[in-house]
């Protein structure tokens, strides 16, 4: 929700908790909005705790729901909706203690890609001014 206000916000004003929760919302706009750019209209806010749990690895329902703090049954029901919009697949386990393994597909990591570099687009805005030294690899503004 964004509120319009006649008085402008004094960043050196603010403090650390208030100054991290707004540049919080910001980071996440960003990365909403260059995923919106990248055609993945129907992705929403909350697909994202699913999706960065699935980068670097494969996992299944259990995991996931683990991972996220959440019920399985509640894990089912976000993961089924990224496979509706084509973000995630579910491939069939190699064991036989898993019925299925999750993972991202083409479209789910070019997804990734694209609000990732929202991030960058602020981290690279933000962190000259904060003083803070950029690794290398993310230095491609």
Do not use: W
């Amino acid at each position: 929700m964004v509120v319009k206000s006649s008085k402008a916000v004094v960043l050196q004003q603010l403090d650390l908790s208030h100054l991290a929760f707004f540049l919080g919302i910001r980071v996440n706009d960003l990365v909403m909005e260059r995923a919106l750019k990248a055609g993945f209209k129907s992705v929403r806010e909350s697909h994202g705790y699913v999706i960065q749990h699935l980068i670097e690895s494969e996992r299944t329902i259990t995991e996931l729901a683990r991972r996220m703090e959440v019920t399985q049954q509640a894990a089912s029901k976000m993961v089924a909706e990224l496979i509706r919009l084509g973000i995630v697949e579910a491939v069939p386990a190699q064991d036989r203690r898993a019925k299925r393994i999750l993972c991202r597909n083409e479209a789910g990591g070019a997804c990734s890609l694209a609000g990732g570099r929202g991030l960058r687009l602020i981290s690279c805005s933000c962190a000259p001014r904060a003083g803070i030294t950029m690794r290398t690899r993310d230095r491609h503004c």
